[in-house]
């Protein structure tokens, strides 16, 4: 396939329109001079400056922050542990229950997580904040890195585990000086994965959190129900720079690293 | 015998270094071996030889410890094996795949197992050096394993699996991945290594060609069991069974009914109309037994004429002819339909063919030329 | 001993933090509405003993799910959400297929970079996603503008806050989620098959449907699925795009439990949202299972 058709032309670039050209909007009008966000007038960045000075903004980003490297960090670790387990662990008690427990929340409903989540801390007489917040997070973002990690898993090459143990290595020793290193691409994205999630949650942090301590889509939901307003805009403009940035730099990092590859594996196959 | 040839396996006072004892292995209602027992010696060349599922490679599983027999027991070195995991077994193998961890160069690659011994530093790199000498892969040392050919990687993992100095080496297809032209230079270049090192090798194949050649012992399996081990020479000259003889090289098989005709030798009745064959065989049959005579291509002589002295002679016409370069096959049919193959070798450049389609010819072979099959 | 230890954690995490919130959901749900903190009774009081939680289980009802039937606001809640889920799941896949499509059909070397493409909206906050169609959907919002300016239309039309709004949230939003698997299915088709159909004198079109459509299957499934079922329950863009006149149970539950402060009632339309999507996602998995199955 070298030439696209007239079809596929049409519908890739409407299509990539659509997907597009409201971020390219919202970006745009962040840089309105005019509080009315949908009247032009001028260029300005006034917009983020006042941002800068918003301190219930910083405060509620700090919190994101925080819970979301914590919940990430943990969510990693144990989805790290549940895809090992569904991939290699055999037949255990429950096994059935386990993987049902692993996929159920990736479609489950946000409202009917947060809702039961929060039952529960108030169950058990848990103070709704940070800690609250980081708990729940990691729940549901454990099971989208044991996914992310499983199916890279299901494709690695059980014989170079069975190399390690066949040199002399125990099992915990195979899984630290051989699994893990070659899985370490996916363990990374399902960090990130986990991550962004945790930063983009509104419903569960609704329930989870307390008065202590709010999360930046709590606060922006909260500023977005009363209207479109410039400063959400600015707001809106620095987190989708930042994904951008950072989804462009791992994508031409893998680029860079197949490239490399394929170089190498050219240039040795010519030697033969 | 003569006593310089290495033949531990006709010695009765020889100590076998691996010994299965009614090994019995089952995956839920699948049974891959059916009560084994198989001795092998040290410093042997060991191939087991046989198609897909036929158990082979559970064989080898088994002695690396991947596996454990459901019933009797495999010894290494006079001691019960099975209760030791694969990490604590002095036996290395070499992977299909090669399994050469990618995140780990060439060096590292065959340090990997010296590591986990915690040997000392010094010794550590004279052993990964002197391996690297011995697999001629000194310059590609620092390079990580999609950095080399596949011939290259083939080389590490063999190193790498030496390394440790194993008592038993095991080594499962291992030349599968190479190329034809490879393949043969590397049989060589494995059976050098192997007599160098004083190692045991158990290879497993499904390539006959291969084992013959690496091979100082062949076993031939099917179905979870053992059909016949032996020498490569033994195992191609006289198959124990119709299913040895038929797996390994080309052969005709000719079914008939024995009848004793003096000391070992029988006249067999194959055909209505045709004259008996006569073959000679160690084995004995009772009158009327029926039999299978085995005869490989190259032991029939294909001619014009009736050769006078012939002890079995059959006459046919010509029906395909494949020319093979060095070999010319002749696919004869014989009156009653049967074809048989006889095979000329091409001794002369260019020179003239002197069958063609449809000519009629004579096949003929000597008494001793065939084995005769009980199954 | 470790291999007990490994599945032990997430084990016991999941069971703790996912599981057990579920049957104290379906508890409260049998619970009634009380004026104190928590909200609702009874509450079960372990120090008296097997009276005590005699005396818990006696007072459990199902009030709260006869509530539910009775009060037509729930059921037209649940009929709407599952309606508004299934008209906006054929809308996305109606404007995602061209896209997989034509990802799957571009030249090789492009596909990493429109596969980013998909994939970048994706990692962008959800909120802020909803958000910029404000700005373009209300009464003077750049879409309005446009088409006045254009002339196509005289009066700004009413588009946000109604199920118009909704409905173009959610084929935005949910876009790349069926866009992805549809694609990998389309990538994984061997362009022989195609080429292989045409000789045997099928004309573009009629390979399409015959071989391109059905081979594509179950990534459509797997899409439709992964957009129907999170909808149903969507809370952020009925909230934010919808108006009073749409009615989604994510938005129905949150009102009853932050402003009714009513949790008995808010458990039990979550049970019963749940027992709806049972069914999907019971689908779901065993049409993934298929599918990694055969590619084993």
Not at chain 1, 71 to 77: D, F, H, Q, R
Not at chain 2, 207 to 230: I, P, Y
Not at chain 2, 274 to 299: D, M, V, W, Y
Not at chain 3, 66 to 86: C, F, G, H, R
Request: with cysteine; net charge neutral.
């Amino acid at each position: 396939m070298t030439k696209l058709s007239w079809f596929n032309t049409v519908s890739l670039t409407l299509g990539f329109a659509f997907l597009y050209i409201p971020m390219i909007i919202l970006i745009i009008f962040s840089f309105n001079e005019s509080k009315l966000v949908t009247v032009w007038a001028g260029f300005s960045t006034k917009w983020y400056g006042e941002l800068a000075q918003n301190e219930a903004f910083l405060d509620a980003a700090w919190v994101t922050l925080r819970v979301a490297v914590f919940s990430s960090t943990l969510a990693t670790a144990l989805g790290t542990a549940a895809a090992y387990v569904l991939v290699r662990g055999g037949r255990f008690f429950g096994r059935t229950l386990f993987s049902g427990m692993i996929y159920a929340p990736l479609v489950m409903p946000e409202v009917i997580t947060g809702l039961s989540l929060l039952l529960l801390f108030i169950g058990i007489g848990l103070d709704r904040g940070i800690l609250t917040i980081v708990l729940a997070h990691t729940t549901f973002s454990m099971c989208f890195v044991s996914v992310v990690v499983s199916s890279r898993l299901v494709t690695f090459d059980r014989s170079l585990e069975e190399a390690a143990l066949d040199l002399g290595c125990s099992p915990a020793q195979a899984f630290r000086l051989v699994t893990l290193p070659i899985i370490a691409p996916a363990v990374i994205s399902g960090w990130l994965l986990a991550f962004t999630l945790s930063l983009d949650d509104l419903v569960i942090a609704s329930f989870t959190s307390g008065p202590s301590a709010t999360t930046l889509p709590i606060k922006i939901f909260s500023a977005v129900r009363l209207g479109v307003s410039p400063e959400i805009n600015a707001l809106s403009t620095l987190m989708i720079a930042v994904v951008t940035i950072g989804v462009i730099t791992a994508s031409l990092v893998t680029k860079r690293a197949m490239m490399r590859q394929r170089q190498d594996e050219l240039a040795a196959a010519r030697v033969e | 015998m003569n006593s310089s040839v290495f033949a531990p396996w006709d010695d009765p006072q020889a100590k076998p270094l691996i010994q299965f004892q009614n090994v019995t292995k089952r995956f839920g209602e699948f049974t891959a071996i059916d009560n084994l027992s198989l001795d092998i010696f040290e410093k042997e060349f060991f191939a087991l030889l046989g198609p897909s599922g036929c158990g082979k490679t559970t064989m080898m599983r088994m002695l690396a410890g991947f596996e454990t027999p459901t019933d009797g027991h495999i010894l290494l070195g006079g001691q019960d094996i099975d209760p030791i995991p694969p990490n604590k077994r002095a036996v290395n193998m070499m992977f299909q795949s090669y399994a050469l961890f990618p995140h780990l160069s060439v060096w590292d690659n065959i340090a990997f197992g010296l590591r986990r011994n915690n040997v000392p530093k010094h010794d550590l790199e004279d052993r990964v050096e002197e391996m690297l000498r011995l697999t001629r892969l000194e310059q590609f040392a620092r390079r990580k394993p999609h950095q080399i050919s596949g011939g290259q990687r083939q080389r590490v993992a063999l190193a790498r699996s030496l390394a440790k100095a194993p008592k038993l080496l095991l080594l499962d297809e291992p030349l599968g991945a190479l190329d034809k032209k490879l393949r043969q230079d590397t049989q060589f270049e494995l059976m050098d290594i192997q007599e160098k090192t004083g190692t045991t090798f158990v290879i497993v194949t499904h390539d006959q060609e291969e084992a013959m050649t690496v091979a100082s012992r062949v076993a031939v399996m099917d179905q979870g069991k053992l059909m016949q081990v032996a020498t490569p020479d033994r195992i191609y000259e006289t198959p124990a069974s119709v299913y040895v003889a038929d797996f390994i090289g080309d052969v005709n098989i000719i079914p008939g009914r024995a009848t004793a005709n003096g000391d070992d030798a029988y006249q067999i009745d194959w055909a209505e109309g045709q004259a008996p064959i006569t073959a000679t065989s160690a084995t004995s049959f009772s009158n009327g037994q029926t039999c299978h005579l085995a005869i490989r291509p190259e032991k029939v002589t294909i001619s014009a004429e009736r050769p006078a002295e012939a002890v079995n002679a059959i006459q046919g016409k010509v029906h395909d002819i494949a020319y093979l370069g060095n070999l010319s096959t002749y696919h004869v049919q014989l009156p009653n339909g049967t074809i048989i193959k006889a095979q000329t070798a091409n001794t002369r450049r260019i020179s003239r063919r002197s069958f063609s389609w449809e000519d009629p010819v004579w096949l003929s072979w000597t008494a001793t030329a065939a084995v005769l099959l009980a199954s | 001993m470790r291999r007990a230890f490994l599945i032990a954690v997430p084990y016991v995490w999941l069971l703790a933090l996912f599981l057990v919130p579920f049957f104290i959901v379906l508890k409260i749900s049998l619970s009634d509405t009380e004026l104190a903190i928590p909200p609702y009774t009874p509450t079960l009081d372990l120090s008296q003993g097997w009276a005590g939680i005699k005396e818990f289980f006696s007072q459990l009802d199902f009030e709260n799910f006869v509530w539910l039937t009775e009060d037509d606001l729930y059921w037209k809640a649940y009929l709407s959400s599952v309606k508004i889920a299934l008209i906006s799941t054929f809308f996305t896949l109606l404007v995602g297929y061209p896209i997989a499509y034509g990802m799957a059909r571009a030249p090789q070397e492009w596909r990493p970079t429109l596969m980013m493409l998909v994939i970048l909206p994706f990692w962008t906050s959800f909120l802020i996603r909803v958000y910029a169609w404000m700005g373009i959907l209300s009464n003077e919002g750049y879409l309005n503008q446009l088409l006045l300016w254009t002339g196509i239309i005289s009066t700004p039309l009413t588009i946000l806050n109604t199920n118009t709004a909704v409905y173009i949230g959610i084929v935005y939003t949910y876009l790349p989620f069926m866009i992805l698997p549809i694609y990998s299915a389309l990538e994984r088709l061997d362009g022989s098959l195609i080429e292989a159909a045409e000789d045997l004198g099928c004309s573009r079109i009629q390979a399409f449907w015959l071989i391109t459509v059905p081979l594509s299957r179950p990534g459509i499934i797997a899409g439709c699925f992964l957009v129907m079922i999170p909808v149903i329950g969507e809370f952020v863009i009925p909230s934010l795009l919808g108006g009073s006149g749409t009615l989604m149970i994510g938005k129905v539950l949150w009102e009853e439990f932050f402003s009714n402060r009513d949790w008995p009632v808010a458990s039990a339309v979550a049970v019963v949202l749940l027992l709806i999507l049972v069914i999907p996602i019971v689908l779901f998995q065993r049409n993934q299972q298929k599918q990694t199955e055969a590619e084993q």
